[in-house]
């Protein structure tokens, strides 16, 4: 199992674990490279670190956002690593395990034997993360060129334009599409008690 590998399946197990926007071995401001995030509803994050040795894992400890953990991103922490390459008991607090199971009957399996804490991100791990997204969308822009990023995101309003003002049909137009990264956080958690 190669790293590259690894990271494919942390991929896919965000996109199960219902993340709607993931990123991978993207750069953050702060150094941190990780190997996969996700995005799910209220801006919650889940960061996927992809270990395929030992070495690799004790090496990981020493990283200055390791470290000083609010430096990290990340709402949830995860390790992905092949069964039983690390004990829970070595986890940085609040962190989780995922496991790559293998077996005879199932190829392969992605296990949490051990499930992360839900509020590990600070306000210096979200602003990383915002870092992250918007370079990520430059890069994206930059591709795309002469087209700003809001025109390509408007290719809707171009395919009514084709079809003589009409949406074809069997798309939604954009003002009525759901999008969980838009709503209200207060709508969706309750305020804590005084």
């Known amino acids: ?5 690894l990271v494919e399946k942390a991929v896919r197990w965000l996109r199960r674990y219902r993340c709607g926007v993931i990123l991978s071995e993207q750069a953050c401001v702060s150094g941190e490279m990780p190997d996969a995030i996700g995005w799910k ?3 919650h994050s889940v960061l996927v670190e992809c270990k395929v040795t030992r ?7 020493a990283k ?15 390790y992905l690593v092949p069964a039983r390459l690390i004990n829970k008991e070595e986890l940085p607090k609040g962190w989780g395990l995922l496991e790559l199971i293998r077996g005879k009957v199932v190829r392969e ?8 804490e839900n509020n590990l991100r600070s306000a210096y791990g979200f602003r990383c993360e915002m870092n992250l997204l918007l370079a990520s969308l ?3 822009e930059v591709r795309i060129e002469p087209q700003s990023i809001t025109d390509f995101l408007k290719w809707k309003h171009r395919m009514a334009e084709y079809n003589r003002g009409a949406i074809p049909e069997g798309l939604t137009p954009a003002e009525r599409e759901f999008n969980v990264f838009l709503e209200n956080q ?4 309750p305020e804590p008690a005084n």
């Open 55 to 61: 070495s690799d894992f004790l090496a990981d400890r």
């Open 41 to 43: 509803r209220a801006c």
């Open 186 to 189: 207060s709508e969706l958690e």
């Open 138 to 140: 430059r890069r994206v």
């Open 1 to 5: 199992m190669t790293h590259a590998q």
């Open 109 to 116: 399996k992605i296990e949490m034997t051990c499930p992360s």
């Open 64 to 78: 200055p956002f390791r470290l000083k953990p609010r430096q990290g991103v990340g709402c949830e922490r995860f």
